[in-house]
């Protein structure tokens, strides 16, 4: 048994396709990333090393800071809407005829992809002949808003669309993980006289505040990474309104073919999403210990 | 007094009534919220110019379902280029992507060594990379390769960047299965590679279709790669082709904007009517355990 299982050459046979493949276009080009940031090149070109002046152009450079501004409040708004899905699962979860129906529907946006969502949502926001736009003049508006086209707003209108393309996402973690709290739990509250909103917010949600934990991380650092549907609905407008890091990095390194201070960007999007990983995870690991 | 109870009683169950079908109603305006932008898309696809840009109302039915737009964006914007490309390289990522993916859980699950689970690490930290912060290296390594502008990128990349959530799910269920009947294998005789390919790979079919359409779905979908790697209209996929062809005719194509969209998403849709408990299942599983 062991002689067999434990064939150095049939190991390395299985493990080193996927392990070159991930060193080689994952971990490799993340590593340099970091070391094309200290380079001044065009893409085609020489590199010319300059140290971190990047670096510290990044610091200094208002629309950079601007943009992680956006994301920033795009990863507070979609944190604050996991709420939103955490009560709709908790109905859904609770002894409703057609919630599997009801579910799957709510999955449709997500399988959608990003261009198409951002397509959509363009000609919803149309402010002419769009949905939106022709539902508030029948119901009396004279002047509706131009959503996309309005500074104020058009983040705002973004982040309607993300929580239509992900809305089903974290409902269906939310359901799976109330399935899994045991009947006899709740059973037994029921019978001590607990409300189902009391069973809710006392035993189903501290039972899986794992999950939520990992739905905070996964909200987090989503919106962080947050590209397609901003880069196609809006290219990052009107006037930088809706610009976020990853798109600001897309436009430095692939519009204006700055592929140093791309690669600068790059690399501190990587930094942040990874300190947040760890941070999210550090606190809400205390709060854990303190439910059980 | 027994009267009265049953008044309480008959009063609470009155409430909860109330109560059920005030839940349904947000429900149903949720469900709402998330079917009616498509039905409305569908609509839009069967409209005439006339209709999109005049001055019939967006919610209402197309007056006479213009079919044609479909034939017209299929042969004339490229659209079937672009769709057979995306079927073609979504297939041979996902089906490298699992066969790689299963070479790896199986050496990690069921084989002795001292690294397994560094290995393992390894793999997993993939999950938090942001793409972004990968890309522009990989195009210039591609670049380099001689790849860029070739469908071979893509493939590289997808296989690459879907191995760590197909290993994360194919894992749950490597732990679960048993090892007797590979054991008995050994005891027989039987060599590595066979048991892999005839006793474990079979087992795991239902996990394997799981990951398969998971993968499917995100290599169909994906957008920044193609966008990156692929300027010719030769290689494009659907997402960067439709996103170009609508670019183009914005102005002037009304529903053919709305057919090149349904064109997009109908494959998806298929998909999730005939496949939607696995779609589910794999999306459950593949965040739950993370």
Redesign the interface.
């Known amino acids: 048994?062991?002689r067999?299982?434990?064939?150095?050459v049939?190991?390395a046979?299985?493990?080193l396709?996927?392990?070159i493949?991930?060193l080689?276009?994952?971990?490799?080009?993340?590593v340099?990333?970091g070391y094309?940031g200290l380079m001044e090149w065009n893409?085609i070109g020489e590199m010319t090393f300059i140290g971190l002046d990047n670096y510290k152009e990044l610091i200094q450079d208002s629309n950079f800071w601007e943009s992680a501004w956006h994301s920033f409040l795009l990863a507070i708004f979609s944190t604050l809407s996991l709420a939103g899905y955490l009560v709709?699962s908790l109905?859904?979860a609770g002894k409703?005829k057609g919630s599997n129906i009801?579910?799957?529907?709510?999955?449709?946006?997500?399988?959608?992809?990003?261009?198409?969502i951002a397509?959509?949502?363009v000609?919803?926001y149309d402010p002419n002949?769009?949905?939106l736009n022709?539902?508030l003049k029948?119901i009396g508006m004279e002047q509706p808003p131009v959503w996309l086209a309005d500074t104020d707003l058009v983040l705002y209108a973004i982040f309607v669309a993300i929580l239509?393309q992900y809305?089903?996402?974290y409902i269906?973690?939310y359901?799976?993980?109330l399935k899994g709290v045991p009947e006899e739990l709740i059973e037994a509250a029921r019978i001590d006289g607990a409300s189902p909103i009391q069973i809710a917010y006392k035993i189903k949600v501290p039972l899986i505040s794992g999950?939520i934990k990992?739905?905070i991380v996964?909200a987090i650092?989503g919106s962080?990474?947050y590209?397609?549907l901003i880069y196609?609905m809006t290219g990052g407008g009107p006037n930088g309104a809706s610009e976020v890091i990853?798109s600001y990095?897309?436009k430095k390194?692939?519009d204006t073919f700055d592929?140093g201070y791309?690669?600068a960007i790059?690399?501190f999007?990587?930094i942040i999403?990874?300190i947040v990983?760890w941070i999210t995870r550090k606190l809400t690991t205390s709060k854990d210990e303190l439910q059980y | 007094m027994a009267q009265i109870q049953n008044e309480a009683a008959n009063e609470k169950s009155v409430w909860i009534r109330i109560g059920m079908v005030f839940?349904?109603i947000?429900?149903?305006i949720?469900?709402l919220?998330?079917?009616y932008?498509?039905v409305?898309?569908a609509m839009?696809s069967l409209k005439t110019n006339t209709e999109?840009?005049g001055l019939s109302?967006?919610?209402s039915l197309p007056q006479d379902p213009q079919w044609v737009n479909y034939l017209n964006v299929w042969e004339n914007g490229n659209i079937n280029i672009y769709f057979l490309n995306s079927v073609w390289i979504t297939i041979i990522s996902v089906a490298l992507t699992l066969l790689?993916?299963s070479?790896?859980t199986?050496?990690?699950t069921?084989?002795?060594?001292k690294l397994n689970k560094l290995?393992l690490g390894?793999?997993m930290v993939?999950l938090?990379?942001?793409?972004?912060?990968?890309?522009?290296?990989?195009?210039?390594?591609f670049l380099e390769l001689n790849i860029i502008n070739h469908p071979l990128s893509l493939i590289?990349?997808y296989?690459?960047?879907n191995?760590?959530l197909t290993?994360m799910i194919l894992l749950g269920f490597y732990y679960t299965l048993p090892k007797e009947v590979e054991?008995a294998a050994?005891?027989d005789g039987c060599?590595?590679?066979r048991i892999?390919f005839q006793i474990t790979l079979p087992m795991t079919t239902p996990v394997i279709a799981t990951t398969a359409i998971i993968n499917m779905?995100y290599n169909?979908?994906?957008?920044?790669f193609v966008n990156?790697f692929i300027s010719s209209d030769k290689w494009k996929t659907?997402?960067?082709g439709?996103?170009n062809f609508?670019g183009q005719y914005s102005t002037d194509w009304g529903g053919a904007?709305?057919a090149t969209?349904m064109i997009?998403?109908i494959p998806?849709?298929i998909?999730?009517l005939v496949l939607?408990d696995r779609?589910?299942e794999g999306?459950?599983a593949g965040?739950?355990k993370?």
């Not at chain 1, 579910?103 to 399988?111: A, D, E, H, V």
């Not at chain 2, 069921?110 to 060594?113: D, F, G, P, Q, S």
């Open positions: 048994m062991n067999v299982m434990s064939n150095k049939v190991i046979l299985y493990v396709p996927a392990l493949l991930t080689s276009v994952i971990y490799g080009p993340m340099i990333t094309y893409g709709v109905i859904l409703i009801l579910r799957k529907i709510y999955l449709i946006p997500m399988l959608l992809s990003s261009v198409a397509q959509l949502w000609k919803i002949n769009g949905l022709s539902f029948a239509w809305a089903g996402f269906i973690i359901y799976a993980a999950v990992v739905t996964l650092v962080l990474k590209f397609d196609v990853a990095m897309y390194a692939f592929f791309g690669s790059a690399f999007l990587l999403t990874l990983t | 839940l349904y947000c429900l149903i949720v469900a919220f998330q079917i932008p498509l409305w898309l839009f999109v840009f109302p967006p919610f790689f993916a070479f790896v199986f050496a990690i069921r084989m002795n060594w290995t390894l793999f993939g938090m990379v942001p793409i972004h912060s990968a890309l522009i290296p990989l195009f210039a390594f590289l990349a296989t690459a960047f191995l760590p290993i054991e050994v005891v060599s590595v590679h892999f779905i169909w979908n994906e957008f920044v990156t659907l997402t960067v439709i996103q609508i904007i709305g969209l997009s998403i998806v849709l998909a999730f939607s779609i589910v999306i459950a965040s739950v993370g």
